[in-house]
């Protein structure tokens, strides 16, 4: 049963750099979508990017700018930067996994809390 | 980019049917996936391609999509179904996954 763990540091300050893994266990990264989905305090979905695990990516235009998103599939773990964090990005972070061809999440990380503030 | 609209919150006693609706322009044609969120945890996937379900998703759960609008249906409803629900869809134009806003489930 595959199995995703996403960690960061809980907390970071206005204009750095946040920095988060999500570790893949009990299944391969090969042929899988993998997303990162993002939901503030007491509202919905959004989807922040996602990566092939041959390291093709798209990300949300309304992100694009700020965010970067890799794999390595040496250690089964994607990664995901955002840059000049404001505090609208506080919220708890899920990576999610679609398997090639599929049009939906299957498998969800329980999701790792982040807090933008000084 | 597409838009998926969804009722803020639907009501339905214990033992009753809950329909949650999800707008789209021609969503009909497109693939309708629904997700479960129960306060502090994860989504989780109860709805794959309109009306199918994961293995471990009650039979009770349904869906179907025609239109203008896909509908998650919920047989004999449970208390421990109230969550919030999420349609989602892929937007072929950019390549994404796009979610509705949710719909809050009180039982």
């Known amino acids: 049963q595959v199995q995703l763990q996403e960690s960061g540091p809980g907390q970071v300050k206005p204009s750095e750099t946040l920095s988060l893994t999500c570790t893949v266990s009990?299944?391969?990264?090969?042929?899988?979508?993998w997303s990162w989905i993002r939901q503030p305090p007491g509202k919905g979905l959004e989807w922040i990017g996602y990566?092939?695990?041959?390291?093709?990516?798209n990300y949300n235009p309304a992100l694009k700018s700020r965010v970067t998103i890799s794999v390595d599939t040496s250690k089964n773990q994607l990664s995901l930067k955002v840059s000049s964090e404001t505090a609208a990005d506080t919220a708890v972070y899920y990576c999610a996994r679609a398997k090639e061809g599929d049009s939906f999440m299957d498998v969800w990380g329980k999701g790792t809390t982040v807090t933008v503030s000084s | 980019s597409y838009v998926l609209t969804q009722p803020p919150s639907v009501s339905v006693a214990p033992g009753k049917t809950a329909r949650i609706t999800c707008g789209g322009n021609n969503i009909g044609i497109k693939s309708v996936h629904w997700y479960q969120q129960k306060p502090g945890q994860a989504p989780v996937l109860v709805i794959y391609?309109?009306?199918d379900r994961p293995s471990g998703i009650p039979e009770r759960f349904s869906g179907s999509n025609s239109g203008n609008t896909a509908t998650l249906t919920i047989n004999r409803v449970e208390a421990g179904d109230e969550a919030d629900y999420y349609c989602q869809v892929w937007d072929s134009s950019g390549d994404h996954p796009v979610f509705g806003g949710g719909t809050k489930l009180t039982v």
């Open positions: 009990g299944g391969s990264i090969s042929s899988y979508y």
């Open positions: 990566i092939f695990s041959n390291g093709r990516t």
């Open positions: 391609y309109d009306n």
